[in-house]
């Protein structure tokens, strides 16, 4: 945790959802990197553990704030516990995704919160840290988008159309950042054993059956902390998920939309 009698050194990491899954594995690698952290998350305990792991295990400084993103005053809360410090990488990883048709299965409510923890409260964390580090001429943000993004998803209409806009932002932005000394990535994981598969409904489907094309959390955290490093506007963590986006491109959009249907359809008994 925090030293209070001490002068911060240490740039600082901000990380959304960091919890649990690829934001505590990206806690994990700032940490070890020298960052200070500020972890984001609703579950305290969770948070608080990560972060006495994080100081006893790399000496670096730590603090939790516990936000609902989900809701339009969570980056206010967070604001409140930056307190103005500078912010040298902001990792935007808080998100969640749901199974079931728009129309007549999706709780409305449900899906509008998607949209705001996925895009709104994004935008609103990137557009508060952002400026500071344009100004200052250094800084990285590293967004946790999804192969989601690639498509459109039937079964998920909405998450696959949040991850589509992170990553055209993010792509943006990283034209708009270039010469700025600001890098910006969208980070592109496929299926991950996570708590994200049991909160969306997709446990058991073949997406998440998929072995080929699956990732460790800490392999998808490195390989997105990497890439912010050096610059790369897009990763896609794994050389077979890899090849299968740019085949991906080549099909129909139609086409593409039924294969992300089936591969979220339900298990059969």
Excluded at 5 to 23: D, N
Excluded at 194 to 218: D, W
Aim: proline letters at 6%.
């Amino acid at each position: 945790m925090v030293d209070a009698s001490r002068t911060p050194t240490r740039p600082l990491a901000l990380v959304t959802g960091a919890s649990s899954g690829i934001g505590s594995e990206l806690a994990r690698v700032a940490a070890r990197d020298g960052y200070d952290l500020l972890l984001v998350a609703r579950r305290r305990d969770r948070l608080e553990a990560l972060a006495d792991e994080l100081s006893r295990d790399h000496g670096v400084d730590t603090r939790v704030a516990t936000a609902d993103l989900a809701t339009p005053n969570g980056v206010e809360e967070v604001e409140r516990a930056l307190d103005g410090a500078p912010v040298e990488v902001l990792v935007n990883n808080a998100g969640f995704g749901g199974r079931g048709r728009f129309a007549v299965e999706r709780p409305l409510a449900d899906d509008l919160a998607m949209v705001q923890l996925n895009v709104a409260s994004l935008v609103h964390l990137t557009g508060v840290v952002l400026p500071g580090m344009v100004e200052r001429r250094s800084g990285g943000i590293l967004n946790v988008a999804s192969t989601a993004g690639y498509a459109p998803g039937p079964l998920q209409a909405v998450y696959y159309a949040t991850k589509a806009f992170v990553k055209s932002f993010s792509e943006a932005l990283t034209e708009e950042c270039r010469g700025t000394g600001v890098r910006v990535t969208a980070l592109c994981p496929g299926p991950v054993d996570t708590e994200f598969a049991s909160v969306a409904g997709i446990e058991g489907t073949s997406l998440m059956r998929a072995p080929l094309i699956k990732v460790s959390a800490e392999k998808v955290a490195e390989s997105g902390w990497r890439a912010l490093r050096r610059g790369r506007a897009v990763v896609v963590p794994g050389i077979p998920l890899r090849l299968a986006m740019q085949s991906l491109r080549l099909t129909p959009r139609r086409v593409a939309a039924r294969i992300a249907e089936r591969s979220q359809a339900a298990p059969r008994s």
